[in-house]
């Protein structure tokens, strides 16, 4: 009897154990179903974020929402910490859908550590670079950006997506060479979409609901790449540019330029800790963490007086583009914009620029620009074909160095004007075999606008390929943040 009754509360301990455990696989499957970030929470959405969860007890039914994570950047912190970034726009790492785990593989915070043979796809691709990318291997995606804060992902429509500041997205905007494509804003809301160097940035803001920004990389970008895998990109010296400003490490130069201006004639005046006062980028400038209260503002003052026949006069474009603008450089404000061309930071791409900086240093460089334009495009030809195996060692495809990179660099140069991240990549990277074992204080500063005598030596061929980058650069609304809400989703 005792026996048949321990064998009875058994079984039934065995049919409630089993009874229950199809209740919570029940449950189970209709959560997971119910579960807002169901499609979300896997590696094709998340890449290499998916790893980094927290793991949850298998009894629990109700699923915390997936993590990611916290990203800040402004001029004067860098991005997430790091103000010198390696930008790859080709991942060394897959990614998933979600835009700021694409940004997170582009944007790496230090240089590829490669070792090993590679393997797939992907080592594939990296043959571009041939000399150094066939044998190695890509870095260890656990590693990357593995030390950033981690916070809970917010579901927005069909997007899990962190919570970015506008700060942080105008930056990351400029440091990818971004431009605008088109911008509206009506009784609907705000929309707008912006092309840069790494992808396509897309924001979004309906009246009454919260602003998204999504990213996409560029599907043209593949095995057809011919450029080195990753260059240089300094945060800081990026919001510097967007807001006009030019300084030097070496001294207090620190001096900003006003915006486009009506048609008429103005009289260019320096104003010493003036920007302050400006209403140019000084709002942007203070955003990014800049102190615009010491810095230097060049004013374009109106004037109604006769300009003399001996004096210098810039030709800009006009804001409303309704005439010319004609501004009379006297000789302390010529002092200034020699310094400010010497002191122009370097950069391997393109920059996302003040136009009003721009203007007024391109139409006081043009002159001595056009004048050896010719000779520093022979001279870039020239070293493509002497030092052909240097521009391999540094990741350039041999084939490309061989049949194409010369003519690209000579003819931008002599182009006058363009809108080809690559060509100035090729360019700034020609002139850094040329100056040989400079570091980037000296490519940062030279003395060529501020000698006598203007000659074509390595100081002269620096300063003027920083010319080069600001005719090749594109014009950035420094109001941006006008448009934006103070926070943002980034799905």
Not at 327 to 350: F, G, H, Y
Not at 375 to 394: H, I, S
Request: glycine share 8%; proline share 6%.
């Amino acid at each position: 009897m005792d026996t048949s009754n321990l064998v009875a509360a058994w079984l039934s301990f065995g049919a409630t154990a089993v009874g229950l455990g199809g209740l919570i696989s029940q449950a189970s499957a209709i959560n997971e179903k119910l579960d807002p970030f169901h499609a979300s929470r896997t590696a094709e959405y998340l890449g290499i974020w998916f790893q980094r969860q927290r793991r949850f007890p298998w009894w629990r039914i109700t699923k915390p929402p997936p993590e990611g994570p916290v990203m800040v950047a402004k001029m004067s912190e860098g991005f997430c910490g790091v103000n010198a970034l390696h930008i790859a726009r080709i991942p060394f790492h897959p990614t998933g859908k979600a835009g700021w785990s694409m940004i997170l593989a582009i944007f790496n915070s230090g240089p590829p550590q490669l070792a090993g043979p590679g393997d797939g796809d992907l080592a594939e691709k990296g043959s571009l670079a041939r000399s150094t990318m066939d044998e190695n291997r890509y870095p260890d995606p656990n590693s990357c950006w593995i030390s950033l804060e981690r916070k809970a992902l917010t579901r927005h429509k069909s997007s899990a997506c962190i919570t970015i500041s506008r700060t942080t997205l105008i930056t990351i905007l400029v440091v990818s060479n971004a431009r605008p494509v088109f911008q509206y804003s009506d009784a609907t809301g705000f929309r707008a979409g912006y092309a840069s160097y790494t992808g396509q940035f897309y924001i979004t803001w309906p009246i009454g609901q919260e602003a998204i920004v999504k990213f996409a990389t560029h599907d043209s970008i593949g095995k057809t790449e011919v450029l080195p895998r990753s260059f240089v990109q300094r945060v800081d010296r990026c919001g510097q540019i967007v807001s006009g400003v030019v300084s030097s490490a070496n001294t207090d130069f620190n001096v900003a330029f006003c915006g486009r201006k009506p048609a008429g004639v103005y009289t260019l005046e320096h104003l010493p800790k003036g920007f302050q006062g400006a209403h140019s980028g000084r709002h942007l400038y203070n955003m990014l963490g800049g102190k615009a209260f010491q810095v230097d503002f060049m004013f374009a003052r109106p004037s109604t007086e006769v300009i003399p026949n001996d004096a210098l006069v810039l030709d800009v474009p006009s804001k409303d583009k309704s005439g010319p603008v004609r501004m009379i450089v006297e000789p302390r404000e010529e002092a200034i914009l020699k310094q400010a061309l010497d002191c122009l930071p370097w950069t391997s791409l393109s920059w996302s620029i003040h136009r009003g900086m721009r203007d007024i240093l391109v139409a006081y460089a043009k002159p001595v620009m056009d004048a050896h334009r010719q000779q520093l495009a022979e001279l870039l030809k020239k070293t493509v074909v002497d030092q052909a195996d240097v521009l391999r060692l540094r990741g350039w495809d041999p084939e490309f160095v061989r049949e194409n990179m010369g003519h690209m660099a000579a003819s931008a140069v002599l182009a006058d004007r363009g809108n080809s991240g690559d060509s100035v990549r090729v360019v700034t990277d020609i002139v850094e075999v040329i100056v040989g074992g400079w570091d980037v204080a000296q490519l940062d500063e030279v003395n060529f606008w501020r000698r006598p005598e203007v000659e074509l030596d390595l100081q002269g061929i620096v300063a003027l390929t920083k010319v080069f980058v600001l005719e090749w650069s594109i014009d950035f609304d420094y109001q941006l943040y006008h448009h934006l809400p103070i926070n943002l989703y980034f799905g």
